[in-house]
């Protein structure tokens, strides 16, 4: 069976209050539904409105030889409101008023503690997400990059109260999974301790690990990096 292996302690941050509140005080930009600017609004407002907005997005890869790679995705924190103990998008977060779409690359650094280029993103492709319940109605934009790093996990410095672990797996894995052509796919990473510390797990995951999108959302997302690292243009698979 596969095994990877991470050389040294994964490092989880102690600073505190590395961002402010972001439901009370974050300002961003506002838009019409065809993504047009229309104003400011907190971040609050917008999601009790239901105002556009837009989140950045950026998967991360590790190449490997013959086109193929490792696609990075983060263990949501399980002090998340939204998706607890579920993977996620490498890295993502709101656009601040203000911010263009490649002003999101910060979150690569605020939430992995990893300073990429922002001539190192990749456009996919902007795609718009839809979530509802009682709480709240969260209409955005997601302008979503591609990164690819050399780098180890033992490098990577994780966000406390957003991050919990990450998890590397193969994308021909990851295309069948969300394809339906497989019912789970095994995967290596790192993840917190209770002591703060980290530990190597290994372990399989199903669709339900995940955190949910449209069923399109995912094989988009995969097949478009496919087609990246076969030196294709990504964004013609939109």
């Known amino acids: 069976r596969r ?7 994964l490092t989880f941050s102690t600073k505190k209050n590395i961002r402010r509140n972001p439901m009370t005080d974050e300002i961003i930009d506002i838009y019409d539904e065809n993504m047009n600017p229309i104003g400011t609004a907190t971040k609050a407002q917008a999601h009790r409105e239901g105002l556009w907005h837009k989140a950045f997005r950026c998967w991360i890869i590790k190449p490997l030889p013959e086109n193929k790679c490792k696609v990075w995705m983060q263990l949501r924190s399980s002090n998340k409101r939204l998706y607890p103990n579920l993977l996620a998008t490498s890295a993502a977060g709101h ?55 050399d780098k180890d996990f033992s490098e990577l410095t994780l966000q406390p109260n957003e991050v919990d672990g990450i998890f590397e797996f193969d994308l021909e894995d ?21 002591d703060n510390k980290s530990e190597f797990k290994t372990g399989y995951f199903w669709r339900k690990d995940f955190v949910p999108h449209d069923d399109g959302y995912y094989p988009k997302v995969f097949n478009t990096i496919k087609r990246y690292r076969e030196g294709l243009s990504p964004e013609a698979a939109e």
């Open 174 to 194: 990851l295309i069948n999974l969300f394809n339906k052509k497989i019912d789970k796919i095994f995967s290596s990473g790192l993840v917190k301790t209770a």
């Open 95 to 149: 656009l601040k008023s203000g911010e263009q779409n490649r002003d999101g690359i910060r979150e690569i650094e605020e939430e992995l503690g990893l300073k990429i280029p922002r001539e190192n993103l990749v456009k996919l492709f902007t795609s718009k997400r839809y979530y509802h319940d009682d709480n709240m109605i969260d209409n955005e934009f997601n302008p979503t990059y591609l990164c690819e790093v």
């Open 3 to 9: 095994r990877v292996c991470f050389h040294g302690p």
